[in-house]
């Protein structure tokens, strides 16, 4: 009889119970050893051998099924050269968010504006704001801060009191004769420098405050409402992105205020309780306000541009539901970047500066035309039902999405006409596409709701001719 015990060199039979030796004798005894080595003899050696590799092969699968593997994906390239090259430089901008081969130098997605043909990264292209050589604001002796200390309420705004207004510290240099503040002999001190978070909450409140162009005020509203919810609103689609361009936006706005004697100048003002009146912020201390806020944009505009690449990645592909959100944002960076390449302040207008701006600016236009040029992906449409969103807020952001929605037609008819060059870019490579689009769309709803409408009339005329009946 052949045992069923697998058996071999070095095996050590099982005992069923521990038990003295006497038990282990009667345990071999029941084993019929000459059975089984007549069966290992009767059995051949190649039999053996084929089983045991049988076993072995069928113990690792993975080694074999990766060889096939490795063999199945080998495949040959009509122009290896070239691909290689592609692979070395990268795809453009256009092919790699939309998943598509990428030629050499000018691309297919490109002909049509060879100028978008980008084969960079945004955080390659820029960031713009931390080639801004502003040293306004850096030097200031705190320690130095034994004068008087004044709180003031400062606004963007010298004649309107009803404008948003900050509380701010200011402490003059010189203890003697009790000397206020003034332009030159004062700072901020340490214990009072303003965060983050207040600068943010005071420039956002006036960017509301302001009249603007409908299209630019309705992206605005949208994107200090959405982000303006803290740590509550963290679990959105896109949150992060929507709070650093906020942020972004905010620091801007404070950075781009200028400290000029001219009237009707773009500055900031404290307002004077004794007197009733508002005068100008100290220029120090003014410019220690445009530092911090440049500070913030470095670091903002860096993890912007970074989180942008990645949604070119597939490992962090953009949602259908983050589109809408992805979409604001991108508009409100062009803003953004365009407001800084018509500015006149000096530091922004360096040649170095200039460059950085206007590619960055162009590449972003590439970077809104990779994601939104067909039909489908113009077709935008905020849904926010898988938040945890209260419904009145979630209606809230529905009708100021609608709001963008709505006017942004007769906004790219005012860029059509626009005779800037950096409008012009806008409207030959986003505007005209998208206003063919959104006109013949809107053609096809008025030409449906007509035929509706006669349909419906003519129900009510059969209608009321069987009531009188």
Known sequence: MASPLPMGPGFVPHMPFSAGDNECEKYFDLFDFGAWERDQASTPKHSRKSSSSSKSSSSSPSSSSSGLSSKS??????????????????????????????????????????????????????????????KAGERVRRDDLTGRSVHALVTFSETDASAPRMRLTI????????????????AIPREHIPTWDSLVQWAGEQILFEDKTPFLKAVETFIMTYSGRGNEGSQLPKFGLVNRVRQLTCMFKIWMTQHSSSG?????????????????????????LRHIAKKAME???????????????????????????????????????????????????????????????????????????TPKSLNLELDLSRTRMPQDLRHRMAV???????????????????????????????V??????????????????????????RDDYDDDDEEDY
């Open 73 to 134: 994906k080998k495949r040959n390239l009509q122009h290896p050269e070239q691909t290689a090259e592609v692979r070395e430089n990268g795809a453009c901008i256009k092919c790699r968010i939309r998943r598509v081969r990428c030629d050499l130098r000018v691309c297919a997605q490109c002909k049509k504006f060879e100028y978008l043909c980008i084969h960079e990264q945004l955080s390659t292209i820029g960031p713009v704001f931390i080639n801004i050589h502003d």
């Open 171 to 186: 402490q003059a240099y010189d203890p003697e004769k009790g000397s206020r503040p003034n332009a030159s002999n004062c």
């Open 264 to 288: 009707h100048s773009n500055g900031i003002y404290y307002y004077r309780p004794p007197k009733n009146d508002t005068v100008r912020l100290p220029f120090a201390v003014h410019e220690e």
């Open 299 to 373: 670091s903002l505009e860096r993890d912007i541009l970074s989180e942008l690449d990645a949604c070119m990645t597939q490992s962090k592909a953009v949602q259908p539901f983050e589109k809408p959100l992805l979409w604001v944002c991108l508009w409100q960076l062009l803003f953004v970047y365009r407001q800084l390449l018509g500015s006149n302040l000096p530091h922004a207008g360096s040649h170095r500066c200039r460059e950085v701006t206007r590619r960055l600016y162009t590449a972003l236009v590439a970077y809104y035309t990779g994601f939104f040029h």
């Open 400 to 430: 100021l999405f609608q709001n963008i929605l709505d006017t942004r037609v007769g906004f790219y008819q005012v860029m059509q006409g626009s005779k800037n060059e950096f409008d012009t870019l806008i409207s030959s490579t986003i």
């Open 432 to 457: 005209e596409n998208e206003l063919k689009k959104l006109l013949k769309r809107r053609s096809r709803k008025s030409k449906s709701s007509r035929s509706t409408k006669s349909s419906d009339s």
